[in-house]
């Protein structure tokens, strides 16, 4: 990557150039976006539940689209409320989108036909017509319904505003629950509303905050605004992207945006920490952009790549919105991987920004820097208590686990209290609840209900499904058969006229005066045509997703034990569809995690050439998801749409501070091989990125805390705990495990290639050789320094493993041409059986890293492993001769064989 970044700063106007272009491009497709948020989006197409739902509203038609208009009075059956109702009724009408309008004004002349009815008399018949109450008046007579009866083109967001411009002329006070309209269309332009609001404030909100945290981060305006400026760029591209493919944006892609945000500045934070760390050397701009990129290159690809898998992860959710976020969040984290591995290092170069006013590095004096030398501290001297302090958190969060609940009723996104909100709880104090439940019956058999036995079994089941806590009424074909013999007879004699009909001729005569009297619409909602299927409406004021599943199967348990075994029968309804789609997210959220942490595993296997590490390296990552679901199952936080997706999102951006933590843990370890010193430099060198990146993900994603959603508002509440838990097992949980596994190291030292080329090594298998490496002591020297001299007493013989090593006879190489020996190849007696006297004298040339193999070590190995010391032994008197006789020229220096 070397040259690649070098061609960069070189070219850097050019590279820009080609930036700014792509941007001006996808900026002219921003104006495409548009924002939707029906529910349907938020449903799973492929349910059982979901087809029954598609097949209810193809025979009874939908009755969802709905608008219910609250009108609330002292008394709404006298002269001025009736008069009132009439007048609104007529403006609800001429709104465009509103195809029928129901109210009293409109009964009163459907019903008093000869106009001979006192509003006394109107009261009268209503309330003892049963199917009104509940329905349309309250029981007291304070309050009534309207049903506004949409077209079906019609625009929920211009009809919906239209309606409230309608109503506001007709409210005489500021009490807006004195007139208000509440529904499916109403809660989903709502949504809509809510959404825009939320994507033209939190996104604007979100930047601010990063950017002062990249400024009191680099303490340079500059310095800021270089990675500010890629993240901006970041954006622009992929909503410019779905302006293009006519994505619409909904309340779940809505989180794109801070996402983006908080995870592109905790990339650049990386990287600029990596240039500055370079200035600081006293390096050239283009010296420092060089290497400070190689040295970040890498890790920042395999975090972005673990963090794109993470959330590619949640593209087998079967629910719209949530692979739309998936797909374009991963394209985000592409084009920001690109931008800031160009844009940066190029603006960089032109704008030649030679240091940062803040420190990175174990010299840091800021409450960083402070902290991190804690944490070293701690990491050091008490890990035994950080491990139990984990144990004990993960055993009380893993509890909390089987506390959580699911929820995806639209009514719950909404925080209370709302306009909505109390719109809804005011209407089933006094009415029927908005949610309808569907109970579908097919007999299969043309006319089978016409008999008054079936009839009165469905009147006994309508009773029944009204004593189901959570439903407020039951309405059916029943009722419309009622109140036409109640109706026709004038109203009078309740008891012997507000009954089924005792045959099917009745039946069949009372709906065709409906029909008569133009409501056959009305008719065909409730009977099929041939009365063979009949739709059972219940309208409840269930919020709860569990509780609409356990209503669904109690009706489903009554129609099984009072209904023939060959009536099909089905229990539908939006919400019911909703509840189902809750089950399916919490399925499917459980695959995308367990898909996300394989790959993952996976990832980091193959990056440190050991599944054991594999393993290992998942365990402080592991850590933060346990903790969000336990934070969710005890606070009784639900698992909605929006806040199932944090596990994913949590360990694709967990694991990128701890793939940042091992690199520089590596890195460190080479050079002395020692533990203790790689975990201090590797806090000291990224400890103050990762905590900085740790607080402007949290601080980037507190900001939704201000969102109109109770879901989005909870998920940056658990991304901020996410992030508090994530930084504790990078600083605390990662460092004690590298502390405290010694087989690690040698693990994460070196690839298998670099094993395969050493000949000490011949014949024996990767993890052998580990052990080899293990049982020896590893030392470093740098340039110039001797190892041993001509004639020193001796024990054990070296195997270079970095570096170079210069062999010579006499002082200094006086008396002989010295002889360089580089990695892989060994020098010096193993000395089994006391020391022996060094024939010849070695130096390292350069920073070198040496594995000593003294007696100690081979009898360790013959102890433990006997096949390893006898394959060591071979390859031992294979290779070692004796050094001086190749100073001599009798040989030359040996040459890895082949394996």
């Known amino acids: 990557m070397q040259h690649?970044?070098?061609?960069?700063?070189?070219?850097?106007?050019?590279?820009?150039?080609?930036?700014?272009?792509?941007?001006?491009?996808?900026?002219?497709?921003?104006?495409?976006?548009?924002?939707?948020?029906?529910?349907?989006?938020?449903?799973?197409?492929?349910?059982?539940?979901?087809?029954?739902?598609?097949?209810?509203?193809?025979?009874?038609?939908?009755?969802?689209?709905?608008?219910?208009?609250?009108?609330?009075?002292?008394?709404?059956?006298?002269?001025?409320?009736?008069?009132?109702?009439?007048?609104?009724?007529?403006?609800?009408?001429?709104?465009?989108?509103?195809?029928?309008?129901?109210?009293?004004?409109?009964?009163?002349?459907?019903?008093?036909?000869?106009?001979?009815?006192?509003?006394?008399?109107?009261?009268?018949?209503?309330?003892?017509?049963?199917?009104?109450?509940?329905?349309?008046?309250?029981?007291?007579?304070?309050?009534?319904?309207?049903?506004?009866?949409?077209?079906?083109?019609?625009?929920?967001?211009?009809?919906?505003?239209?309606?409230?411009?309608?109503?506001?002329?007709?409210?005489?006070?500021?009490?807006?629950?004195?007139?208000?309209?509440?529904?499916?269309?109403?809660?989903?332009?709502?949504?809509?509303?809510?959404?825009?609001?939320?994507?033209?404030?939190?996104?604007?909100?979100?930047?601010?905050?990063?950017?002062?945290?990249?400024?009191?981060?680099?303490?340079?305006?500059?310095?800021?605004?270089?990675?500010?400026?890629?993240?901006?760029?970041?954006?622009?591209?992929?909503?410019?992207?779905?302006?293009?493919?006519?994505?619409?944006?909904?309340?779940?892609?809505?989180?794109?945006?801070?996402?983006?945000?908080?995870?592109?500045?905790?990339?650049?934070?990386?990287?600029?920490?990596?240039?500055?760390?370079?200035?600081?050397?006293?390096?050239?701009?283009?010296?420092?952009?060089?290497?400070?990129?190689?040295?970040?290159?890498?890790?920042?690809?395999?975090?972005?790549?673990?963090?794109?898998?993470?959330?590619?992860?949640?593209?087998?959710?079967?629910?719209?919105?949530?692979?739309?976020?998936?797909?374009?969040?991963?394209?985000?984290?592409?084009?920001?991987?690109?931008?800031?591995?160009?844009?940066?290092?190029?603006?960089?170069?032109?704008?030649?920004?030679?240091?940062?006013?803040?420190?990175?590095?174990?010299?840091?004096?800021?409450?960083?820097?402070?902290?991190?030398?804690?944490?070293?501290?701690?990491?050091?001297?008490?890990?035994?208590?950080?491990?139990?302090?984990?144990?004990?958190?993960?055993?009380?969060?893993?509890?909390?686990?089987?506390?959580?609940?699911?929820?995806?009723?639209?009514?719950?996104?909404?925080?209370?209290?709302?306009?909505?909100?109390?719109?809804?709880?005011?209407?089933?104090?006094?009415?029927?609840?908005?949610?309808?439940?569907?109970?579908?019956?097919?007999?299969?058999?043309?006319?089978?209900f016409t008999s008054s036995e079936v009839l009165g079994n469905v009147e006994a089941f309508q009773e029944r499904l009204a004593a189901i806590e959570g439903v407020d009424l039951a309405i059916s074909i029943v009722d419309l058969l009622k109140f036409e013999g109640f109706f026709t007879r004038g109203f009078r004699d309740k008891e012997k006229y507000y009954v089924v009909p005792d045959d099917p001729f009745a039946v069949r005569e009372a709906i065709k005066n409906y029909r008569l009297f133009e409501a056959s619409e009305l008719v065909d909602h409730f009977v099929s045509s041939d009365f063979s299927a009949i739709n059972i409406v219940c309208r409840s004021h269930i919020v709860s997703t569990a509780d609409f599943i356990v209503t669904e199967k109690e009706i489903l348990s009554y129609l099984r034990d009072h209904f023939p075994d060959d009536i099909e029968s089905d229990v539908t309804g939006l919400s019911i569809v909703g509840s189902h789609s809750a089950q399916a997210l919490t399925k499917g959220q459980i695959r995308s995690l367990g898909l996300a942490l394989v790959c993952i595993f996976v990832l980091l296997s193959i990056l440190f050439h050991s599944y054991k590490v594999g393993l290992l390296a998942m365990i402080p990552n592991l850590f933060p998801i346990l903790v969000n679901f336990g934070i969710m199952g005890w606070s009784g936080i639900q698992l909605t749409v929006a806040t199932g997706l944090v596990a994913s999102i949590a360990i694709g951006l967990a694991v990128d501070d701890s793939i940042h933590y091992m690199f520089r843990f590596n890195y460190q370890f080479m050079r002395d091989f020692s533990r203790r010193q790689a975990n201090y430099r590797a806090i000291a060198d990224v400890g103050k990125p990762i905590v900085l990146t740790s607080v402007a993900i949290g601080l980037g994603f507190s900001v939704l805390l201000f969102s109109s959603f109770v879901p989005t508002s909870v998920f940056g509440l658990l991304m901020i705990v996410t992030m508090a838990s994530a930084l504790f097992g990078d600083l605390f949980i990662l460092p004690v495990i590298m502390q405290a596994a010694p087989w690690l190291l040698a693990v994460m030292e070196r690839g298998v290639g670099f094993y395969r080329k050493i000949p000490l090594f011949r014949n024996l298998s990767l993890s052998e050789a580990r052990r080899v490496v293990l049982s020896g002591s590893r030392e470093h020297r740098g340039p110039g320094d001797i190892i041993f001299r001509q004639g020193d007493s001796g024990r054990g013989m070296y195997l270079v493993l970095q570096g170079k090593v210069e062999l010579s006879l006499g002082e200094a190489g006086i008396d002989s041409e010295p002889v360089v020996i580089g990695h892989g190849e060994v020098f010096g007696k193993l000395g089994i059986g006391g020391p022996s006297t060094r024939t010849y004298t070695a130096t390292a040339t350069d920073n070198s890293v040496l594995l000593c193999i003294n007696e100690h070590a081979v009898d360790y190995l013959e102890k433990h492993s006997p096949k390893i010391a006898f394959t060591l032994y071979l390859n031992i008197v294979a290779i070692v001769d004796d050094k001086a006789e190749t100073m001599r020229g009798v040989h030359k220096p040996l040459q890895p064989p082949p394996i």
């Not at 005489?172 to 825009?196: A, M």
């Not at 004990?392 to 909404?414: C, D, K, M, Q, Y």
């Open 4 to 448: 690649f970044f070098e061609l960069v700063s070189r070219k850097a106007p050019l590279i820009l150039a080609i930036i700014l272009a792509i941007t001006v491009f996808f900026a002219s497709q921003l104006p495409n976006l548009r924002i939707e948020t029906s529910m349907m989006r938020m449903l799973v197409e492929d349910l059982p539940a979901k087809e029954q739902y598609d097949r209810f509203k193809e025979e009874f038609g939908g009755a969802s689209d709905d608008i219910l208009v609250v009108f609330k009075a002292d008394d709404v059956f006298l002269p001025a409320a009736v008069e009132k109702i009439g007048q609104l009724t007529e403006a609800l009408k001429s709104v465009a989108g509103v195809r029928l309008v129901v109210s009293l004004s409109t009964l009163k002349n459907d019903l008093d036909i000869l106009n001979e009815w006192t509003l006394e008399d109107f009261r009268r018949n209503l309330n003892s017509a049963e199917v009104f109450v509940r329905n349309l008046i309250s029981a007291d007579g304070k309050v009534t319904a309207l049903v506004v009866i949409l077209e079906e083109s019609y625009q929920a967001g211009p009809t919906t505003e239209a309606v409230e411009k309608v109503l506001k002329q007709f409210r005489h006070s500021e009490d807006s629950l004195q007139i208000y309209q509440i529904g499916y269309p109403v809660v989903g332009h709502t949504l809509t509303k809510y959404t825009e609001n939320d994507f033209r404030i939190l996104p604007f909100f979100t930047m601010l905050v990063i950017f002062l945290v990249l400024l009191f981060s680099f303490r340079t305006f500059r310095g800021a605004l270089i990675p500010f400026a890629a993240v901006c760029v970041t954006l622009v591209w992929t909503f410019g992207l779905m302006g293009l493919l006519h994505i619409s944006l909904s309340m779940v892609t809505m989180i794109i945006p801070t996402l983006l945000i908080a995870v592109g500045s905790a990339y650049a934070l990386h990287i600029m920490a990596a240039y500055f760390d370079e200035t600081a050397q006293h390096e050239t701009t283009h010296h420092a952009i060089v290497k400070g990129l190689v040295r970040v290159c890498l890790p920042t690809i395999f975090a972005s790549i673990t963090t794109i898998v993470s959330f590619a992860s949640l593209l087998l959710n079967r629910i719209a919105v949530v692979k739309e976020f998936a797909t374009f969040s991963c394209l985000g984290l592409f084009f920001m991987l690109i931008i800031h591995l160009t844009f940066i290092p190029a603006a960089l170069s032109c704008l030649r920004i030679s240091k940062a006013k803040g420190v990175f590095g174990p010299e840091d004096t800021s409450w960083i820097g402070s902290f991190l030398k804690r944490v070293i501290w701690t990491v050091q001297h008490r890990p035994k208590v950080i491990l139990l302090v984990a144990s004990i958190i993960s055993i009380i969060a893993a509890a909390g686990l089987f506390r959580i609940r699911v929820e995806t009723t639209p009514i719950s996104f909404f925080k209370d209290p709302s306009q909505i909100r109390m719109a809804f709880q005011d209407i089933h104090r006094n009415l029927a609840g908005i949610y309808p439940i569907n109970v579908i019956l097919r007999s299969g058999q043309e006319g089978y």
